[in-house]
């Protein structure tokens, strides 16, 4: 009778938590609707989207950081990113609506300051680039997509509908309304439209490729 008293408080104390994470989370449920089209319904997305788990983790620590508790925020972001392979520093600030996509290994320091609508997916990574001290992490801005792999480092900023392709390694400011390709990253305008945040990744426009493109013309044109 014991066990069965302690399955029963057990299911209604799980079925209270995810109802309460659907509630506070409902602008990152929506936006993992809105991106992902693999999302099917509600109980998929409570249950196993580790991007969802992180930012669970993630506030929870945050908020006990922000009222001065030592140790603890940070051990259980590092539970967090046990669990979902996904770290977010409890020192970091992120907005409503991140969208992290399966997010294996995507990395997000201490002092990255990330917008609303942002879109990360695996392997991205928000870091320093040395020991420094103060602001030393990326501030990006809001309607932003980070491509797989991505690395941003320092303390630089992203504008806002800015779109960085899949393995960019950026270290400078980028502009508002901008796409960031290559190694290091290279930036290419996109005449102040807003980006959609989309799963495409192979159609992103690289400079320098176009340029060799160009030239490859021209010396074909030249030796005619």
């Not at 991140?98 to 002092?111: A, C, K, P, R, S």
């Not at 990006?140 to 797989?148: D, M």
């Amino acid at each position: 009778m014991v066990i069965i008293n302690m399955a029963i408080i057990l299911a209604v104390a799980f079925v209270i938590f995810w109802t309460a994470v659907a509630v506070i989370f409902k602008r990152e449920v929506k936006a993992i609707f809105a991106s992902d089209p693999a999302a099917s319904n509600l109980p998929e997305v409570l249950l196993t989207y580790s991007g969802l788990h992180a930012l669970v983790f993630y506030r929870i620590a945050h908020v006990l950081r922000g009222v001065g508790i030592p140790f603890f925020p940070r051990w259980l972001s590092q539970m967090g990113k046990f669990f979902t392979g996904i770290e977010i520093h409890p020192g970091a600030a992120i907005g409503r609506e991140l969208f992290i996509d399966h997010g294996m290994g995507v990395v997000i320091g201490e002092t990255a300051i990330i917008g609303d609508n942002v879109t990360l997916y695996q392997g991205v990574t928000l870091g320093g680039t040395g020991k420094e001290k103060g602001k030393r992490h990326p501030t990006v801005g809001n309607n932003v997509v980070i491509g797989t792999g991505a690395k941003v480092l320092g303390n630089i900023t992203i504008g806002d509908n800015s779109y960085i392709g899949a393995n960019a390694v950026v270290i400078k400011d980028v502009p508002p309304n901008s796409t960031v390709v290559g190694v290091p990253g290279r930036i290419t305008k996109q005449d102040g439209k807003k980006i959609d945040i989309s799963l495409d990744h192979i159609h992103v426009l690289d400079p320098l490729l176009q340029e060799m493109e160009e030239l490859k013309e021209r010396i074909k044109r030249l030796e005619k």
